[in-house]
C-alpha cells in the first residue's frame, strides 16, 4: 500500500515557473524524484517534467481527477514538460478501483517503458480526500 498527498505548492522565482502547481507526492516523496531516480537506472535520458500548473489541471486533467474520486477509471496527466507545453512529454497515470484500493499504472509520452515505476496501490477512502481536497482548494 502506498499513500497519496496532493498539495498546490508556490511557483518559482522567474515568469515562466511562477503560478501555483499541483504537487502529487507518493510515500511523502515528490513524484518527480520517483520519476528521476527510475530514468536514471534505467538509463533515460531525463525528460525534465515538472508538476502541472492550475490552468494546465484545468485543461489537460481535471475531468479525469473528477472521475478518478468517483471511482471510475481515469488517465491522469501528474507531471509535464519544463518548456511549458505538457504535449511536448508528459508522465501520467491509468487509475483503476479495485475493491477498497485505487491502482495506478505509470505511463508517459513519449513513449516510455514506466512498468517498473509502480504500480502504486492507494486506498480507496484516503485517495478520495485526498483528490477531493486538492481539487477544493484549486
Do not use: K
Not at 64 to 87: E, F, K, M, N
Not at 90 to 117: E, K, M, N
Request: aromatic share 14%.
Amino acid at each position: 500500500m502506498n499513500s497519496l498527498t496532493l498539495c498546490w505548492q508556490a511557483g518559482g522565482q522567474d515568469a515562466e515557473a511562477s503560478g501555483r502547481r499541483l504537487q502529487v507526492l507518493v510515500d511523502d516523496q515528490p513524484l518527480t524524484a520517483w520519476v528521476r531516480d527510475y530514468e536514471l537506472a534505467c538509463d533515460y535520458h531525463p525528460f525534465a517534467e515538472d508538476f502541472l500548473l492550475a490552468a494546465d489541471v484545468d485543461w489537460y486533467s481535471l475531468t479525469s481527477w473528477q472521475r478518478s474520486a468517483q471511482g471510475q477509471a481515469a488517465r491522469l496527466i501528474l507531471l509535464g514538460c519544463r518548456c511549458g507545453d505538457v504535449d511536448c512529454s508528459q508522465l501520467y497515470a491509468d487509475t483503476q478501483l479495485c475493491g477498497d484500493w485505487v491502482l495506478w499504472r505509470i505511463g508517459g509520452w513519449p513513449q516510455r517503458d514506466y512498468r517498473g515505476l509502480g504500480p502504486f496501490w492507494f486506498e480507496w477512502q484516503a485517495y478520495r480526500q485526498q483528490v477531493q481536497g486538492a481539487l477544493e482548494s484549486r
